[in-house]
C-alpha cells in the first residue's frame, strides 16, 4: 500500500518529466524560424522533475530499505514491491485522467 501512495505522489515529477521531453514550448517555436526564446515553464518543470523525483526516491528508500533493514527484515520482499511505484501514473495515462 506505501509503494502506491508513493506512486500517486510521483505522478507529479513524471507530468513534470513527460512535460520537458515532449517539448511543448519547443514545438511552438518550431513555428518560427530563428526562435531564439526560452520556454516560460522549463525552470519550474525542471525543479518540480528533480525536486520531486528526490523526494519519491527518498521515500522509496525509507519505505522499501530502511524500515525493514531496522525491523531486522529481508530488504529483497520489500525492494519486489518497488515495481508498485509507477502503477498508479500508468493507470491514469490508460484511463487517460492525465
Known sequence: MANLLIGAVAIVP????????????????????????PAGNTLGMTLG??????????MVLVVDVLIPWQEGRRPHLWLGMTALVPAPFAIAQAAGWI
Open 49 to 58: 522533475a528533480v525536486l520531486g523525483g528526490a523526494f519519491v526516491v527518498g
Open 14 to 37: 513524471g507530468l513534470c518529466v513527460r512535460w520537458l521531453l515532449t517539448g511543448h514550448e519547443l514545438a511552438r517555436c518550431a513555428e518560427r524560424l530563428g526562435c531564439k526564446e
